[in-house]
């Protein structure tokens, strides 16, 4: 059993990511299985190392320990830094360039979101297939000399993908309605959330993803490229999302549920008590530490709702 934590080093961490993360811990650990933390820092406008930083801070603080990874990381996986993993996601875009089923995409700005991890809330828009070849396994030049200059898509096909999530049960997403083609790689060179997060939970032996619940149809997305990329799929488990009282997914710009006030306002037994006892772990807000948590933990104590609404202004 290996978990895992791919936080965004974008700002720092909110309510909701940490609750993700407190999930997932609970549930490598209980098993006595790994855990490991990757840095997701795809995008290189938007991620900082000092936010990362701060990430793996908060997670000390919170008592949330991983084996493997952090920006520094030395492991049997190392790098665990995205950005410094660009030659291993190369051998990967090879292996689907020899399916015959990417081509080259021209269009402007249409994959500029496709390092991030696509949040239901950012309102995802289904790919036309504006530059999708009549055939399939059209030509297509690396370009070794230089920046490859336009984004390399990947053709779906229109069938049913089907999976069941730990919490929110059996799924099918038809992959031509929900995205159509999607993005590997943008023009500017920089590599899309679904291909990085395939190969690396895959290479460095992920059995068991965690994460917020608006990444579940994204799975479908992930399961085409293992089959592709023949890797084993892992089990898919996602949590609610935590949204402030207008219902709006906590966001890193609303700092009020920020760790930086968070931190300020709780200990960390009593910040693990309080995400406890809105996931349904326990029946009261008690404080409590992550490893006191343990021996509580199940799967079954948590309720599959679309969201979990708190105190938030
Ligand atoms: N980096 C993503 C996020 O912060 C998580 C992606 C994942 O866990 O697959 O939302
Ligand atoms: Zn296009």
């Not at 997932?24 to 820092?41: C, F, V, Y």
């Not at 520094?72 to 689907?96: H, T, V």
């Not at 965690?210 to 085409?224: C, N, P, T």
Request: proline residues 6%; charged residues 25%; hydrophobic residues 35%.
């Amino acid at each position: 059993m290996t978990g895992r934590f791919a936080p965004s080093p974008t700002g720092r961490m909110h309510l909701g990511n940490v609750f993700a993360a407190l999930v997932s811990w609970l549930s490598a650990r209980k098993d006595g299985g790994k855990w490991i933390l990757r840095i997701e820092d795809l995008d290189p406008q938007r991620s900082r190392i000092d936010y990362a930083r701060q990430i793996e801070d908060d997670l000390e603080w919170l008592g949330l320990d991983w084996d493997e990874g952090g920006v520094d990381g030395k492991g049997p996986n190392a790098p665990y830094c995205q950005s410094l993993r660009g030659d291993i996601y190369k051998e990967a875009l090879k292996k689907l360039q020899a399916t015959g089923l990417t081509y080259p995409c021209y269009c402007t700005r249409a994959d500029i979101m496709a390092t991030q991890a696509p949040h239901e809330s950012d309102g995802r828009v289904v790919y036309a297939g504006t530059c999708r070849p009549s055939r399939l396994g059209g030509e297509f030049d690396e370009n070794p000399a230089g920046k490859p200059e336009r984004a390399v898509r990947l053709m779906v096909t229109d069938r049913d993908i089907s999976f069941t999530d730990r919490l929110y049960g059996d799924q099918t997403v038809n992959l031509a309605e929900h995205c159509g083609d999607f993005v590997l790689r943008r023009a500017d060179g920089a590599w899309a959330y679904q291909l990085a997060v395939v190969v690396d939970d895959a290479l460095m032996g992920v059995t068991e993803v965690v994460r917020g619940s608006d990444l579940l149809l994204s799975s479908a997305q992930q399961i085409y490229l293992y089959e592709l990329l023949g890797y084993p799929v892992p089990q898919f488990a996602h949590v609610p999302l935590l949204c402030n009282k207008a219902g709006q997914r906590l966001s890193k710009r609303d700092s009020s549920l920020s760790m930086e006030e968070l931190r300020k306002e709780y200990t960390p037994s009593h910040l693990i008590g309080q995400l406890a006892y809105i996931a349904g772990i326990l029946p009261e807000p008690f404080p409590i530490s992550a490893h006191g948590l343990l021996p509580l933990f199940s799967w079954s104590a948590l309720r599959p709702l679309t969201s979990i609404s708190i105190d938030a202004d």
